[in-house]
């Protein structure tokens, strides 16, 4: 039995990925792993000419790394349409530019910034 998780990212207010993950969606593993990865960036417009860090180079760019960044074989990650909000998933994750909203279907158990939503992460269960 999979712990399902929906990942919206959006630009401004239009969500423009849905990722589906089929398995371990809770915030102790797919939120921390999501944490670890939206504070490996820093979100910029425009990319420093030989900068060293990593950049997110607006949502469209976090978005696509993020894929990137789970997407690594067959199976366990897919894209739905922003428009697919029930897939049976047991969390959804809505990632802004500031914030991550984390629901429990329906109910909103996080609502905060990158840091804290790694503190959350963290102390889940």
Same mark, same amino acid.
Request: charged residues 20%.
């Given at each position: ?45 425009? #990319?420093?000419?030989?900068?060293? /860090?990593?950049? *997110?180079? &607006? ?8 894929? +990137? ?31 991550? #909203?984390?629901?429990?279907?329906? /109910?909103?158990? *996080?609502? &905060? ?8 992460? +963290?102390?889940?269960?």
């Amino acid at each position: 039995m999979g712990t399902r998780s929906l990942t919206f990212v959006y630009d401004g207010e239009k969500p423009i990925v849905n990722m589906y993950r089929h398995f371990d969606g809770y915030p102790s593993c797919h939120g921390a792993e999501l944490a670890e990865f939206l504070l490996s960036g820093k979100m910029t417009n425009g #990319i420093p000419f030989g900068s060293k /860090e990593s950049f *997110f180079n &607006g949502m469209g760019c976090l978005a696509a790394q993020m894929i +990137a960044n789970f997407k690594n074989s067959a199976g366990g990650f897919y894209i739905h349409s922003v428009d697919s909000t029930d897939c049976w998933q047991d969390y959804e994750y809505h990632l802004y530019e500031n914030k991550v #909203i984390v629901k429990d279907p329906g /109910e909103v158990i *996080f609502e &905060g910034n990158w840091n804290e939503f790694q503190k959350f992460c +963290a102390e889940a269960e």
